[in-house]
């Protein structure tokens, strides 16, 4: 009872919390709805599937599962006959999907689907898609289309497929999307077996077919059905919920630090001043563990109020996120919002597990009060740094400084998420230390200022060295803004510089002839630039010396050094990985389900630019007629050929190029990530400055009462904002150096590059002049107020 008063009667108190966790809640759960939302759903060409029959899927290096193998045609045809008698099937389909994409006047159309757009005739039925006119495919030279591409029946139309661009006679059109061949032309071009689809005979039960389906398959496969078809996705559909996925991780991540962090400074700072009320109820006889529930209890009802509220802004807002990602092309097309209770739940538990963790520190301070201190005027608890922070704080500093060298050797896939998590360690270190340097700073910078006479300089000076741990937590909101700006706005710059550099000095001296509109080259692009590096990746499935199935990155190469037929060339990492040697014969599953013995002709140490498991490139052609090819090196002194579909660039452009491309999604990215953590530490820095502003108005009447102006007390109460505001910016600046130079130096020696620490000054300069002027004028604002009651 004595918990839900107090928040009644203390609202405005409480109110700063409320909005942290209101905010932070909000953000985490339209993160989680999005994320739920963006899960993959069937595919609309499969939905009269009743059951899918997949192959074994293999692991990756870690240990993840990966792609699955393909069935050859005689593994097929045999598990096609079995699955034929399962009673309820009505029909069994082999669903191919290989590259396949239109050209018009000498340009392809664009299709992010095109790399999966290809099909034999018989998947339309898995839609079902209907022939709206025309009839089907027969012979290698005839192709069914989506009727929206407007080519009527009968007409010529230029094809693009692994080979190269050829012209087809449309002869028929479908109401849904894809290019429809014959299904022996199908088979050529892609032999391998990955998905049978089973259709229900009318009137069976598709939960008894699925059953008798899996008997059936045995240990050759899997058969999933229902919501279990989903697993089959298009490549670029897997991307774009990759990198949109790793958007919602790192904003959720945001957001639950920031929460924490700003609502426990916010929870410190209420508690300091409420001392005297704190030690009145210790003089009534509250035990320190009766005050410390209290504060617990206040911290979890705030939480679970603003977890509500949240979790309703979080509903609303989900929308725009969604239309966010899909600008950003980061998110399926067609992904719609939906909220389920999983989201919520977890938002509400985080907020309120924030909310009482946070007041932990808090708790833990108000059970120090003395009821002495009832009687008190001055806050003694804030003039000095316990010995229990200032241990926590040189600890966590020291963690962070490991961090940060750790950012130096990182992988390059975890320099940035090191990078990140150093940062945010350091920024709760400083925000532990700062009462350290609130004093010595304020008395530094109001000295000047003494010889003049003037009682502000001298009120503030004293208030900080007085308050020191007031005004650290006022600060810690801006330390986490200008951190958070200055980490991300610093990574993308840095990067800018590393990357294109390092890349140009890898690639100078050559000429590279990349896919413009298209999602790989054709054998017509390497082939009308017969000079020059054309790698032509497969995904080979191995096996390790315990047994295990893995799939590895493979290439075909035309080089003679190893390219030659029935051999390969490995890496030393992959070697040892796999347990071979040189001259060992090792089996190798490809694409097409067939297994060939190669000769390991040598084992050299690692090289990027040659590749782990190189071949011969016609081997890898003869088993994956699918693959596209990779971009095509070739040699200054020979002129490029660029065909349609295809562009040509010099070393400094494609690095550029290449990193354009990352780029401007990275900094789209990491616009929204500063927009968030600027934006809710903005909202920290005007709540904690009014909270700060309202709890001090008895001091103000105090100094009203003896002879200063509203205008005098406003000047004092906007001097002192600035000054903090000033230490907090000042930190959150140090505390992002030492990532960056780490991040700067890990790129220097992987991009083989002289990387110097980069920072956008605008990004910085606009987040410390913002974080003031929200500061200023929410503490002139309270201050004012309060001022203008005490005249009344």
């Known amino acids: 009872m004595l918990v839900i008063a107090n928040v009644r009667e203390r609202w405005t108190s409480f109110l700063a919390s409320f909005m942290a966790v209101l905010v932070g809640v909000a953000l985490i759960s339209t993160t989680l709805v999005i994320y739920d939302s963006a899960k993959p759903t069937v595919l609309p060409r ?45 029909s069994v389909v082999i669903d191919r999907t290989f590259y396949a994409q239109a050209f018009r006047d000498g340009a392809p159309v664009r299709d992010d689907g095109a790399a999966d757009a290809g099909h034999g005739f018989s998947s339309t039925g898995l839609a079902p898609y209907r022939l709206v006119s025309g009839r089907a495919p027969n012979t290698a030279d005839e192709v069914a289309v989506d009727r929206a591409l407007g080519v009527e029946a009968g007409r010529k139309l230029t094809v693009n497929l692994t080979a190269g661009r050829s012209d087809f006679t449309v002869v028929g059109t479908v109401d849904g999307p894809g290019f429809y061949f014959s299904d022996e032309s199908a088979a050529q071009r892609e032999p391998g077996v990955g998905v049978i689809a089973l259709l229900a005979a009318p009137g069976a039960a598709a939960g008894e077919l699925t059953a008798a389906a899996r008997a059936a398959v045995g240990d050759q496969g899997s058969v999933v059905s229902g919501d279990g078809r989903s697993t089959i996705q298009p490549q670029y559909l897997d991307h774009k919920r990759f990198l949109g996925t790793q958007l919602i991780a790192a904003m959720a991540t945001l957001g639950l630090f920031t929460t924490a962090f700003v609502v426990a400074s916010m929870l410190v700072l209420a508690t300091g001043l409420r001392r005297r009320e704190i030690g009145l109820l210790r003089m009534i006889g509250a035990s320190p563990a009766q005050v410390r529930r209290m504060v617990l209890g206040e911290a979890a009802a705030v939480g679970l109020l603003g977890s509500v509220a949240g979790c309703l802004a ?46 932990w520190a808090a708790s833990r301070l108000a059970a120090r009060v003395a009821p002495l201190e009832a009687l008190l005027e001055s806050r003694s608890g804030n003039r000095s740094m316990s010995r229990a922070r200032l241990s926590s704080g040189l600890v966590v500093l020291g963690l962070g400084a490991v961090l940060a060298v750790m950012t130096a050797t990182a992988a390059a896939d975890n320099r940035v998420n090191m990078a990140i998590a150093a940062t945010m360690v350091l920024i709760v270190a400083a925000a532990l230390l700062a009462p350290v340097f609130v004093g010595p700073v304020g008395r530094a910078v109001t000295s000047p200022f003494g010889r003049s006479g003037s009682a502000g300089p001298m009120l503030i000076r004293a208030e900080l060295t007085a308050s020191s741990r007031r005004a650290a937590s006022m600060a810690a909101p801006v330390i986490a803004a200008v951190g958070f700006a200055v980490l991300l706005s ?27 509109g298209t999602p790989g080259n054709t054998d017509e692009v390497v082939a009308a630039n017969p000079v020059g590096k054309a790698a032509l990746p497969t995904r080979a499935f191995v096996h390790k010396a315990d047994g295990s199935t893995v799939v590895i990155d493979a290439l075909g190469s035309r080089d003679p050094n190893w390219g030659r037929p029935g051999e390969a060339v490995l890496g030393e990492s992959v070697a040892t990985w796999l347990g071979v040697k040189a001259g060992d014969q090792y089996p190798v599953r490809f694409a097409d389900g067939t297994t060939v013995r190669l000769r390991i002709a040598e084992v050299l140490p690692d090289d990027p630019a040659r590749g782990d498991f190189v071949m011969s490139r016609s081997l890898v052609r003869s088993h994956d007629p699918a693959a596209l090819n990779d971009d095509v090196f070739v040699p200054e002194q020979v002129k490029p050929v660029a065909i349609p579909g295809t562009a040509t660039h010099d070393a400094v452009e494609y690095a550029l190029d290449s990193y354009n491309t990352d780029a401007r999604l990275t900094d789209s990215l990491a616009a929204m990530l500063i927009a968030i953590a600027v934006g809710y530490s903005g909202i920290a820095v005007a709540n904690s400055m009014a909270m700060a502003a309202h709890g001090r108005r008895r001091d103000f009447a105090v100094m009203k009462s003896a002879g200063g102006t509203i205008k005098q007390l406003l000047a004092f109460a906007v001097g002192e904002t600035s000054l903090v505001v000033g230490i907090g910016a000042v930190l959150g600046v140090l505390v992002t150096l030492p990532p960056l130079s780490g991040m700067a130096s890990g790129l220097s020696q992987v991009t083989k590059a002289d990387v110097g620490l980069h920072l956008n000054l605008s990004t910085l300069a606009a987040v410390i002049l913002g974080s003031l002027a929200l500061a200023i004028a929410a503490s002139a604002v309270v201050t004012w107020k309060t001022m203008r009651r005490a005249e009344i």
């Open 46 to 90: 499969l939905e009269a599937a009743t059951a899918l029959v997949l192959p074994v899927q293999a692991t990756d290096r870690n240990g993840s599962p990966k792609d699955r193998i393909p069935w050859s045609k005689a593994e097929a045809d045999a598990l096609i006959g079995k699955l034929r008698s399962v009673p309820g099937v009505g």
């Open 314 to 359: 979080g509903i609303a807002a989900a929308p725009l996120l969604r239309d966010i990602l899909l600008r950003l092309d980061v998110a399926p097309p067609d992904m719609a919002v939906r909220v389920a209770a999983w989201p919520l739940l977890t938002a509400t538990a985080i907020g309120v597990g924030v909310s009482v963790i946070g007041a």
């Open 490 to 516: 610093g990574m993308v710059e840095t990067m800018r510089v590393a990357y294109p550099a390092g890349d140009a000095l890898k690639l100078a001296g050559q000429a590279i002839v990349t896919n413009d």
